[in-house]
């Protein structure tokens, strides 16, 4: 059982150290100029997907990504997770996804300083560019959601659903970024990583956690 327990702790802490090295990878890349052709390529098939109606989509998508319904989202989820499963430490542990994704992403902006594209912009946005905060909070808030929501779903088909959802919903907050025009391909994807690397790392030290817990609990009085 132990050995179990320390073969499941390893592999968030080996997911963690790849999603790194794939973020630092992208980081090198920019500074050496080597992947714009890729960024270049990337923003041309998907802008040239505009339309009114696919804006408009898009728009909204990146609206539910920015600063204040990414907050609202999270505090309704705790409300309802602490309702329906009571537990503080669930909440503790996506108040810290989200908290540490988006200083992790104000701290790099500022180390980078990359200028936003300026190719075809449909909305204006300040700050710099890599990462992407968008990509980065849509990832920490639904994959933290999915992780702590997995175990409740009593079936293969349930949890299918969300997984797919959890997807599509970031997925189409770091496409609506590169759609109109405030980032590049590789500040997504660069978000994206870090971000699950931290993600891991939080679900790596919730599951310590809740394994000390268990053993605390199982253990005899005397």
């Known amino acids: 059982m132990i050995q179990q327990g320390k ?50 989509w898009m728009q909204v998508f990146t609206w539910i990504g920015s600063g204040l319904p990414v907050i609202i989202i ?18 503790l542990f996506l108040a810290a996804v989200i908290a540490g994704s988006t200083l992790l992403n104000t701290l790099l902006k500022l180390a980078f300083q990359r200028a936003r594209p ?20 849509a990832f920490s808030l639904y994959g933290g959601l999915a992780f702590l929501i997995w175990k409740h779903i009593p079936t293969a088909a349930g949890r299918v659903i969300m997984i797919i959802v959890s997807a599509a919903f970031i997925l189409t907050i770091g496409m ?41 609990h199982s253990k005899p009085l005397t």
Request: proline residues 3%.
């Open 7 to 56: 073969k499941a702790f390893s592999i968030p802490l080996l997911l963690a150290a790849l999603s790194l090295t794939v973020f630092a990878l992208i980081a090198l890349s920019i500074s050496d100029n080597q992947i714009h052709r890729f960024d270049d390529n990337l923003i041309g098939w998907i802008q040239g997907m505009e339309a009114p109606g696919m804006t408009k």
């Open 176 to 216: 609506s970024r590169i759609y109109l025009g405030v980032h590049y391909p590789s500040d997504v994807i660069g978000g994206y990583f870090l971000s699950g690397s931290w993600l891991a790392i939080c679900i790596w030290f919730y599951q310590r956690y809740v394994e000390r817990l268990s053993l605390l």
């Open 118 to 137: 300026t190719i075809h912009r449909i909305i204006e946005a300040s700050g710099y560019s890599f990462p992407s905060g968008h990509s980065m909070a």
């Open 74 to 91: 999270t505090i309704i989820s705790m409300v309802v997770l602490y309702l329906f499963l009571g537990h503080r430490r669930e909440l």
